[in-house]
């Protein structure tokens, strides 16, 4: 692939073998976490034993935390591909001990109707399963008494072919480099951060809590969900939500009738009582306006839209981009608000595309017609099609 890079770089200081390996191996985590996340690199483009390395640290690192139980249920559908490079890493160097635990967790979840690409959710069991699992988590806590993961996978590394040792404050410079490199960056950042934006606004319980903030007052902007449970409210099946806003953290709740908004002062979200009543509404969106919303079809132009005002606003702003709907009165196409760190923007339908409009100027500032929207996305094919004719970056 064009977008690959295939060097390793760690600081000296721990690089001798008197650094703690943990901070060792954390350094290379870090590198992947950079090239994955700002340097858009795909999993596949990166060394094969930093991503066994990071398989390694994700499956001991939730076994430590919470057992295999944990690491079954938080790797979701992606737990073949979990194992899988996990059992490279351990078989690559040597750690005979971890490799037979997880083939034996393997084996067990083949067993018991686990599915590729699926979350393993167990079949008609013989034994008691989590009695089985414990077991297979108090071996490997006794195996990290005296085997140390981490030692182990710091020993491994630093006899990589691919790893260079530099001076600790030329590292960030290098890693930065590494990071803009990639040919391919700006048009996976373009595809990713408009398919973010499409699904922000394409789901239905995103886009209800969005209008009933929106509804509490013109100048609270809904940002984003911070986590969810489900609860009953008034004897029906509903989601308790901790939201933040521009005003801070709100509780939402939304149901089949729609969304509505509390202040998080009410309940404590994380405590046993969070379902209890909830008493003051400060918003409210009916379910007939967030199926407008979702019915909307200019949906993904708003989301294109966004994302041209960003990349022309703010190029350097990766995170703090939040997109929703802002409005929606009847019969009238809905207006969504962009925030962008300290800047809001709304977005409004107009004759040949969308009108753009400074909130912190309260006025228009600029026209994003539908020709543009076409032609944007043009240019995004071209980037990707002449990326793709680079030669490797190694």
Not at 252 to 266: Q, R
Not at 317 to 344: H, M, V, W
Request: glycine share 8%.
């Amino acid at each position: 692939m064009p977008a690959s890079t295939q060097l390793v770089f760690i600081p000296a200081s721990l690089a001798d073998g008197s650094a703690d390996s943990f901070d060792t191996v954390l350094s290379v985590l870090d590198y992947a976490d950079a090239m994955l996340g700002r340097g858009y690199y795909e999993p596949e483009e990166l060394p094969s034993k930093v991503m066994q390395l990071s398989g390694m640290n994700e499956y001991y690192g939730e076994v430590m935390n919470g057992g295999h139980l944990q690491f079954i249920d938080n790797a979701q559908d992606k737990l073949g591909g979990a194992i899988r490079q996990a059992k490279g890493g351990f078989s690559a160097m040597g750690a005979t001990g971890y490799l037979s635990i997880l083939l034996e967790l393997e084996t067990w979840l083949n067993a018991n109707g686990f599915q590729e690409g699926q979350p393993f959710e167990g079949g008609e069991f013989d034994h008691d399963p989590e009695a089985y699992l414990d077991q297979l988590d108090d071996r490997l806590y006794q195996l990290d008494q005296t085997y140390r993961m981490h030692d182990v996978a710091a020993r491994w590394l630093l006899g990589w072919d691919n790893l260079r040792i530099v001076e600790d404050e030329k590292l960030q410079a290098i890693r930065d480099a590494q990071v803009m490199v990639n040919p391919l960056r700006i048009p996976r950042q373009i595809r990713r951060r408009i398919s973010r934006f499409e699904q922000r606004i394409g789901d239905s319980s995103t886009v209800g809590l969005a209008l009933a903030v929106a509804s509490i007052s013109r100048r609270e902007t809904f940002l984003e969900i911070v986590g969810g449970r489900p609860r009953m409210t008034d004897g029906k099946a509903s989601m308790l939500w901790l939201l933040r806003t521009s005003n801070g953290e709100r509780l939402g709740v939304s149901h089949e009738d729609g969304a509505e908004i509390f202040s998080s002062e009410e309940v404590d979200f994380y405590s046993s009582n969070y379902d209890a009543p909830l008493r003051r509404r400060l918003g409210y969106a009916d379910r007939r306006s967030i199926d407008a919303v979702l019915a909307y079809d200019g949906l993904d132009a708003v989301a294109v839209s966004a994302d041209m005002l960003l990349r022309k606003h703010h190029p350097d702003l990766e995170e703090k981009t939040f997109l929703a709907p802002a409005l929606y009165r009847d019969g009238q196409p809905p207006i969504f608000s962009l925030c962008a760190g300290n800047k809001q923007y709304m977005l409004s339908e107009a004759e040949d595309g969308f009108t753009v409009t400074d909130i912190n100027r309260d006025e228009a500032v600029e026209r994003i017609r539908h020709e543009d929207i076409e032609a944007y996305l043009n240019e995004v094919k071209l980037l990707e099609s002449d990326a793709e004719a680079l030669p490797s970056i190694h």
